[in-house]
């Protein structure tokens, strides 16, 4: 099994530029939630899914949108960058609500 | 809402120099508390869950306990290869801003 994958590893934009963080994962996973990760700040939710068609707002859900049409994939999706979109982005999943999460390796985004 | 908080932020500790790093939390009926292990660059890795107050887990040089309102994770000797940023978190995906763990031989 690979896990949990994201792509790309590193990504820059300028700012207004439209992109989308890529995350799969192989092992059956119902649950799945991006976080985005700053210097000093944690790891915070962006959004999360509890299965196909079904998702909701995290913590910091504005300026970025999300789809679940299979359960292999959850992708993120950045409309408008804005500098403060810089951070590392982190992709999860769980097999149960509120179970231990397995993350990939994450995205570095710098937005210009 | 939840609520996950670490101490200290960072810790610099001698080869072999025990310690121990603290999760306090502020939830609504826990169901568990998780402890990950985040290595420079690379996504967090899974450690320990920990249901019930009163309940330890061990792996190698780390022991995790769980109270009423708070967590600690136990390092025994540590190695320079223990030095990681150490997070916690529960189940309602909040996490703590972690410890950043520096272990000097």
């Known amino acids: 099994n690979a896990g949990v994958t994201q792509t790309p590893k590193f990504q820059v934009l300028k700012t207004g530029q439209s992109m989308t963080l890529q995350c799969a994962q192989d092992m059956n996973h119902e649950y799945m939630s991006w976080y985005r990760q700053d210097p000093g700040m944690g790891l915070r939710l962006i959004h999360y899914s509890v299965g196909a068609g079904i998702t909701d707002q995290g913590e910091v859900p504005n300026g970025y949108n999300v789809s679940r049409s299979t359960t292999e994939d959850f992708p993120l999706r950045l409309l408008s960058a804005a500098p403060s979109q810089t951070s590392v982005y982190f992709c999860a999943s769980t097999r149960r609500q509120g179970g231990t999460q397995y993350f990939g390796p994450g995205t570095r985004l710098t937005v210009l | 809402e939840d609520q996950v908080t670490q101490s200290p932020e960072a810790l610099r500790l001698q080869e072999g120099e025990s310690s121990s790093l603290n999760c306090s939390y502020t939830?609504?009926?826990?169901?568990?508390l998780f402890w990950y292990r985040q290595d420079p660059g690379k996504g967090p890795e899974f450690l320990f869950t920990?249901?019930?107050a009163g309940e330890e887990k061990e792996k190698e040089r780390l022991k995790a306990t769980l109270t009423k309102k708070e967590s600690f994770l136990h390092i025994t000797a540590p190695k320079p290869e223990d030095s990681a940023t150490y997070l916690c978190a529960v189940p309602t995906l909040t996490f703590g801003k972690g410890t950043m763990l520096l272990v000097s031989p």
């Open positions: 939830v609504s009926g826990l169901r568990g």
């Open positions: 920990l249901y019930s």
